[in-house]
C-alpha cells in the first residue's frame, strides 16, 4: 500500500476520532475516488496515481470556487476553500516558477529539443520529473516561451 493511501486512512481514522465530520467527508470523497480507479483497472495505485486524483480534484474545486464566485455564493466558496486546504496539504510542496524553469531547461537541453516541433517531447518529459509538483498550465507557459 501506497504511503500517502496510508496517510489518508490514518487521517480519516482521526478525523473520526475527533467528530471532524468536514474532513472526514473529504479524506472519504478521495478514498472513494482512489477505490473506484483501484476497482475499474484492476492494480494498487501509486503514490503518483494518488498525487493525480488530489490535483483533478483541487482542479474541479478551483473551477467551482470561480463559479461559486460569479453567481455570489459565498457560503459555497468558503466550504470549497476549506476543501482545498484539506486537499492541498497531501501533496508535495510546490515548485515555484523559476525552479520550473531550469528543470523544464534541463529538459530541453537533455531531449535537445529545438522548437514547438518538440513540445510533446518536452512536456512528456516534464510531466515524468515535476509530476504533482507543479500546475500543467505553468509547465506548457514556460514550455512554450522557451520552446520559442
Known amino acids: ?8 486512512q490514518n487521517d480519516l481514522k ?16 478521495v478514498m472513494s475516488a482512489i477505490k473506484q480507479i483501484e476497482v475499474d483497472e484492476r492494480k494498487e495505485l501509486s503514490d503518483a496515481d494518488i498525487e493525480a486524483i488530489l490535483v483533478k480534484q483541487i482542479k474541479q ?6 463559479q461559486f464566485k460569479e453567481g ?3 457560503d459555497l466558496v ?10 492541498k496539504s497531501y ?3 510546490p515548485m515555484g516558477e523559476e525552479e520550473v524553469r531550469e528543470v523544464l531547461k534541463a529538459i530541453v537541453a537533455e ?5 514547438m516541433k518538440d513540445m510533446g517531447k518536452v512536456m512528456g518529459a516534464a510531466k515524468a520529473k515535476i509530476g504533482s509538483r507543479a500546475e500543467g498550465r ?5 514550455a512554450k516561451e522557451l520552446l520559442s
Open 1 to 8: 500500500m501506497s504511503e500517502l493511501k496510508k496517510r489518508l
Open 14 to 29: 482521526t478525523a473520526m476520532k475527533e467528530k471532524d465530520t468536514f474532513k472526514r467527508d473529504v479524506i472519504r470523497f
Open 61 to 66: 474545486r478551483n473551477d467551482a470556487i470561480a
Open 72 to 74: 455570489g455564493r459565498d
Open 78 to 87: 468558503e466550504k470549497n476553500e476549506k476543501e482545498l486546504t484539506i486537499l
Open 91 to 93: 501533496l508535495p510542496e
Open 111 to 115: 531531449t535537445g529539443a529545438e522548437g
Open 138 to 142: 505553468l509547465i506548457n507557459q514556460i
